[in-house]
Each structure stands twice: as structure tokens, then as C-alpha cells.
């Protein structure tokens, strides 16, 4: 029976037995045995009661066998929602109620914390833990190497993805196989990704980069994967030499150069770095190519849409922005009050449309409405504006935007004059309340390691370059910005801590 996506990403694979996952510990599975694991799972989801179109949430560690959990949700026609595995009991109750999930699959250490969550909710709970044992898997053991594959069409529902929620609650990201689909097989054309590529895969899988950008393309060419549980500095290193290609946030880039032993010999064999989830700083491409020759490709994605844009493979990948938009992908900046667009250059919303867009926030129809509009454009909340050579740029999140005397000041402006100043490492700029202005620009600075930053120095020179309206009332000095699991600097944390009015 037709399942597209199970049929394009693993099915085509079934009898390789060439390794599909390079794992730490040096051994491999081959992709026959990958997909016969994934029928056993299949057949054992079966076995607990679930039909298809049924949630599945999965809270579970980096391991082979959770992968093959995604492909055996794929295969059943259920619905996988993959869950960060640093939610906390409290959080996981909204999950599972809002999705509607009837199973959850977690590590055996977490079950009897669960236990009074699972019972009120009458959800069933199944073991998975980081080594591959556990009862889903003492299950799967006694079932059979093949399964017959659910039917599915692209516009069937193949994952949530529960958005970060750093304001409200958490929404639900419906994602069908189109969606997945189609965004794989336009980044393994414009990544020029081949089946002889090895891609070094330390990224979390409950997240859209590490799981259905990194895998999927990997699954779609046939390519391996050196599959690692995180990102462990000795690991990669030892690791990279075997790559042809990875994909990493700018954290990942960042902890690479502070390595001596990170040389431009260990990166000579590398076609690709990709980065995302997170801005890379200038300076780290710019310190990045000085090290390796290697120019990182940036691109720009999101929970509800996986990759919009991407710096080209062939031409100039431009530091300070995420390319253009991807084949298939309209993408304009508007004006947030009218929802015109606005003139080339001027910074705005970003707004974009195509067959990766998800189609819409599960059980919550008015904020589908709200950021889903009737020709298809969803409206990002991110911040952004088109140079005269076409390339985006991402200025910030709408929410991050700063309002002070009635002028609108964007954080990434002044983030970006700041990270230029001698002994900085890198900046996060906020709006905190202020009598007059009602929001005044507040800059916490990270200085660069062994410097002893002037602050005072670092303000004057930074407001050389910025207009009066914009200069931060005052600079900090922390030792680091909180990140959330995909490195992206946690603003609403700095505000809840930085909340004094000036």
C-alpha cells in the first residue's frame, strides 16, 4: 500500500545491507536491520492497541531504536511526537493532554515519576532506554521482521511538534508527509547531498533539525550517518575525519575552534558544515574559514516549516544572513499592523508560503487563523528584511522588538555593533521597563576569554555607530546567555531576570 513518506525515506532501503548509522562505540546497522527493528515496532505499537492516525509520544534518549520508533510510527500511520527529553513532569502533562496522546514511550528511569500523570490521563507508558532495552523493545523482540505498511497519503498527518513556548503556551505544529517530504527533497538537491555522503549527526532527534532535516536527507539519498548520542568535543573530533558533511548549531562551531586540535588537515575532506537553529555570529564564520577554508552555509527554519532559506551551495554564503528563499518557497517581509508588504530593505515580518508549511496548530483554531493566512503565507513572528542582493536577513523575534519613546528598536541592530567591539564575544540586547520611554535597551555582554572588557569604553564606541534612540542605557557583564536545547539565546529569561526599571 502506498505511504509515501515511509516508502521514499526507508522502504526503498529495506534489503541494503549497506550501514545506514556509524555508531560511538564503532560498530554499525545496516539498513536491512534498521527497517527489520522498525517493523518489529510496528508491529509491537500494533500490539498496544494504537491505529492509525493515533498520537505517540516519545520522550526518549539519542539511540538507534529511537529513530527506528519515528520510521515505525511512519510505517503504522501513526502520529509521532517527539518530546525534549529535559521536560519536566509538570510540562509533560500539557503535552499529553493538549496532543491527545494515548501512549507515551520514555526511559525506564522516568516512569514512576510519570506514573500519577499517566494514570490520571489514562495513558499507557512503554520503556526505551538510551542502551535499546526496555518493554517497548522486549516486545518488538517476539514480533516479526516485516509489516505490512499503512496506507497514507501526503496530506495525512505524520508529526506534531510542540513549539518552544517561551510566551504562552506551548502550539502544537501539525506536520503531514508533504511537508516533510517535500523539504527533504529540496535540500538534498540544493545541498547536493548524494548517497556517498557521510554526515557526522550530533543533534537531538525530538527537534526538526536533528530529525527531520539531518535524517531525512540522509534517509533520502541512502547516505550514513556517524550517529552520535550528543555533541562531545573529543567525540567529533575523532569522528570528523569519516564525515563528508555535518550539520550543527553555532554552539557546535564555536566549541570546534576553541580546540587546538581542530585544524584545517582534520576538516580537508569535508564538503559541507551547515548551521542553524540559532544566529552565527560573523566572527565565527570569519574565524571559521580562516581555520578550516571552509565557509559554514547558514540557513533559516522553523518548527512549523522546517528550512525556508539557505545560503547557496554554489556562490557566496554571506555572513550575517540565512540566503534566499529555498525552490518552491515564496517568502516577502510585511508591515505587522497591515500585512502589506513592505519596500526592499526595510525591516518587517517575515512572512512564507509552500508545501513545507504545516497546516495548522493542533486544537487550537483561533492561533492557526491568527498566524495561517487564507493564501497560504504563514506569518513567522520573525523579524527580517531582503539586502539589495536578495539575501535575508534575520533581525529578530516580533516579540523581541523593542518600543522606547514611541521608535521602533531592533535588537539584532545593536547586537551586531556590539559583537564588533575589541573583547567581545558575543551580545544579547533587551527592552526593560523605563518611567518615560516605557521600555528602555538594556546590553548584557560575554566578554571574550582571558579579556577584561571596559564596558564603559564598549558603550562609547558602540554608540558612535547608532543613533541616539538606540543606545543602550547600560551594558552587564555576564559569564554566559542562556540557550535552550538548539542554542537559541532564551531573551525571556534575560528579561525575567533583568526587569528592574530603569
Known amino acids: 500500500m502506498a505511504n509515501p513518506l515511509y516508502d521514499r525515506l526507508f522502504g526503498v532501503h529495506a534489503s541494503k545491507t549497506a550501514p545506514f548509522l ?131 497519503d501526503l496530506n495525512d498527518l505524520a508529526a506534531f511538534l510542540y513549539t518552544s513556548g517561551t510566551t504562552g503556551r506551548s502550539k502544537g505544529a501539525m506536520l503531514t508527509q508533504g511537508n516533510l517530504l517535500s523539504n527533504a527533497e529540496t535540500l538534498v538537491e540544493y545541498w547536493q547531498f548524494e548517497r556517498e555522503d557521510v554526515l557526522l549527526h550530533a543533534l537531538p532527534i525530538f527537534h526538526t533539525h536533528g530529525l527531520f532535516v539531518a535524517t531525512n536527507v540522509m534517509l533520502l539519498v541512502g547516505g550514513s550517518m556517524i550517529f552520535l548520542p550528543k555533541f562531545d568535543l573529543d567525540a567529533v573530533l575523532k569522528f570528523l575525519p569519516k564525515a563528508t558533511s555535518m550539520m550543527g548549531v553555532p554552539t557546535f562551531y564555536t566549541r570546534l575552534l576553541s580546540d587546538e586540535r581542530f585544524t584545517k588537515n582534520i576538516a580537508a575532506h569535508m564538503r559541507l558544515f551547515i548551521s542553524g537553529s540559532a544566529p552565527l555570529l560573523a566572527e565565527t564564520h570569519r574565524q571559521f574559514e580562516d581555520r578550516t577554508g571552509h565557509r559554514i552555509l547558514e540557513r533559516y527554519g522553523m518548527t512549523e516549516t522546517n528550512m525556508n532559506t539557505s545560503n547557496p551551495y554554489d556562490g557566496e554564503r554571506r555572513a550575517g544572513t540565512v540566503g534566499f528563499p529555498l525552490p518552491g518557497v515564496d517568502l516577502k517581509i510585511t508591515n505587522a499592523e497591515t500585512g502589506e508588504a ?161
Request: charged content about 20%; some cysteine; overall charge negative.
Open 22 to 152: 556509524l555508531l560511538q562505540d564503532g560498530t554499525s546497522v545496516s539498513y536491512a536491520t534498521f527497517l527489520e527493528e522498525t517493523a518489529q515496532l510496528a508491529h509491537a505499537l500494533v500490539k498496544c492497541g494504537l491505529k492509525p492516525g493515533d498520537r505517540v509520544a516519545a520522550q526518549v534518549e539519542k539511540s538507534p531504536q529511537a529513530l527506528a520508533l519515528y520510521a515505525a510510527c511512519t510505517q503504522a500511520g501513526l502520529i509521532f511526537l517527539p518530546l525534549n527529553i529535559a521536560y519536566t513532569v509538570s510540562e509533560l502533562s500539557y503535552f499529553l493532554e493538549n496532543s491527545g496522546a494515548s501512549h507515551i514511550v520514555c526511559d525506564a528511569s522516568k516512569v514512576q515519576g510519570l506514573s500519577e500523570l499517566t494514570n490520571q490521563l489514562g495513558v499507557v507508558c512503554k520503556t526505551l532506554n538510551a542502551d535499546g532495552s526496555g518493554s517497548l523493545m522486549e516486545l518488538a523482540a517476539t514480533q516479526p521482521v516485516s509489516f505490512e505498511t499503512v496506507e497514507r
Open 342 to 502: 513592505v519596500p526592499q530593505g526595510e525591516t518587517g515580518i517575515i512572512e512564507v508560503r509552500g508545501p513545507n508549511v504545516f497546516i495548522g496548530y493542533w486544537q487550537m483554531p483561533d492561533k492557526t487563523a491568527a498566524e495561517l493566512r487564507e493564501d497560504g503565507f504563514f506569518i513567522t513572528g520573525d523579524l527580517g528584511k531582503i539586502d539589495e542582493d536578495g539575501y535575508v536577513q534575520i533581525v529578530g523575534r516580533n516579540k523581541d522588538l523593542i518600543i522606547s519613546g514611541g521608535y521602533n528598536i531592533y535588537p539584532k541592530e545593536i547586537e551586531l555593533v556590539l559583537d564588533e567591539q575589541p573583547g567581545v564575544l558575543e551580545t544579547a540586547v533587551i527592552g526593560i521597563p523605563h518611567a518615560d520611554f516605557g521600555e528602555a535597551v538594556l546590553g548584557l555582554v560575554v566578554p571574550q576569554k582571558g579579556h577584561e572588557l571596559d564596558l564603559e569604553a564598549t558603550l562609547n564606541a558602540a554608540k558612535a555607530s547608532l543613533a541616539r534612540f538606540k543606545h543602550p542605557q547600560k551594558l552587564i557583564l555576564v559569564n554566559e546567555l542562556p540557550r535552550n536545547t538548539m542554542g537559541k539565546v532564551q531573551k525571556n529569561l534575560l528579561r525575567e531576570q533583568f526587569s528592574e526599571p530603569v
